[in-house]
């Protein structure tokens, strides 16, 4: 059966340090894996997916097929980062999407 | 464009009572999905649409909770008798579908309070 796990329900990184958000996956497959992130009073919205390849405001995540991993990164934390982040795994069948528990991140002044 | 429209925001209701909530999804968009997300907990599938039929409903708790998704756009969500453990945040969401991104769009959400 297909998981997500975020093993970090809470995350506090000084603004202008590093910081990663862990993300590993369960599925007997290729998934397609995704970072959806929920600013304060805003809906969750789409932050980067895996196969696009890209940076989204200075994130990057990397499709670790050996570790079944997916983790967030970005060098160099923004207060506006602060956010709550989700993981999520999309199988097979198209249109099937499946998320983590989140990682709240707060990045201090 | 508007994205996918929810209401209402808010509900507070009294246990037993019944309630329902509304979704648009984005023009064009043949999939749509409703999740529920507790506090502190990752969005949940309740039910989703590949136009107006319901391709996965395993999670929908059919005693108390139906959908439906008249021709095949907007879609309602209904709960009777709402009970106590069903104050949560009720999603909505819309893909493409089959001929577009594998992405999802959500709505604002509409958060139920049952007293």
């Known amino acids: 059966a297909q998981r997500v796990t975020q093993p970090e329900k809470l995350l506090s990184v000084f603004k202008g340090a590093p910081v990663e958000l862990k993300c590993n996956y369960s599925?007997?497959?290729?998934?397609?894996l995704f970072w959806y992130v929920q600013y304060s009073r805003q809906r969750l919205q789409l932050l980067l997916r895996h196969i696009s390849r890209e940076s989204i405001k200075g994130f990057t995540a990397d499709l670790n097929k050996g570790e079944t991993s997916f983790h967030l990164k970005k060098p160099f934390a923004q207060e506006e980062d602060s956010a709550m982040y989700y993981c999520a795994l999309s199988g097979r069948a198209r249109n099937q999407f499946y998320f983590g528990t989140g990682t709240s991140l707060t990045v201090i002044p | 464009e508007a994205g996918v429209v929810q209401s209402p925001r808010y509900k507070i209701i009294e246990k037993k009572q019944p309630v329902a909530f509304w979704c648009n999804p984005i023009s064009g968009h043949n999939t749509l999905y409703w999740y529920l997300q507790n506090l502190g907990q990752g969005p949940e599938l309740l039910i989703r649409y590949e136009n107006e039929e319901a391709v996965d409903d395993s999670q929908l708790p059919k005693d108390r909770f139906s959908a439906e998704r008249l021709k095949g756009v907007d879609s309602t969500l209904k709960i009777q008798p709402a009970e106590l453990g069903d104050s949560a945040v009720y999603l909505c969401?819309?893909?493409?579908?089959?001929?577009?991104?594998?992405?999802?769009?959500f709505g604002a959400g509409s958060r139920l309070t049952v007293l």
């Open positions: 969401a819309s893909s493409p579908g089959s001929s577009g991104a594998n992405v999802l769009t």
């Open positions: 599925y007997s497959g290729s998934p397609e």
